[in-house]
């Protein structure tokens, strides 16, 4: 049993004609700033997930795409101090525009074998397998 509230947050992994993982890195001022992770962000009221990823992905790097484009990979499960994140991962690979940091520190197209150099979150920490299998 647990008294913490869970935290609904939608994630993507745009993927990149060469299998690269688009990574965003969190910044100063944010609760685990300096990591890495996924774009995305919580759901506000009447939104489906793939309502708010669509919109998250255009708010925080200017890209556009559509539920059709958004193929679910996994999810995270992790309890933080104060609430149980629940994080479903999408895949994109296909979207308009060129991704820009405009709400994070930094962008990095990554490797999936590579994602465990850059620190992450640890609710992230799993995923990381799935999408080695998957790319
Ligand atoms: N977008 C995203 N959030 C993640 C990942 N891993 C992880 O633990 N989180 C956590 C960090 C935050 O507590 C929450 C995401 O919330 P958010 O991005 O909408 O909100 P935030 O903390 O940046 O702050 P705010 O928008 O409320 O000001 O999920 C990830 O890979 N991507």
Redesign the pocket.
């Known amino acids: 049993m647990s008294d913490k509230p869970i935290?609904l947050?939608?994630?993507c992994a745009l993927v990149d004609a060469d299998r690269r993982v688009l990574i965003a890195q969190?910044p100063q001022g944010?609760?685990?700033a300096g990591l890495w992770?996924?774009?995305?962000?919580?759901l506000e009221p009447g939104e489906t997930p793939e309502d708010a990823l669509i919109r998250?992905l255009e708010e925080e790097l200017g890209v556009s795409t559509r539920t059709a484009c958004l193929a679910p990979v996994t999810f995270?499960s992790?309890t933080?101090e104060s609430?149980h994140?629940l994080?479903p991962?999408y895949a994109c690979r296909k979207w308009q525009g060129n991704p820009e940091p405009r709400e994070h520190a930094a962008l990095k197209w990554v490797r999936p074998q590579a994602l465990r150099d850059y620190p992450?979150?640890?609710?992230?920490e799993p995923?990381i397998a799935a999408l080695c299998d998957l790319l």
């Open positions: 935290l947050v939608v994630a969190r944010k609760q685990l992770e996924f774009p995305g962000g919580k998250e995270a992790h933080y609430f994140l994080m991962l992450m979150p640890p609710a992230d995923l």
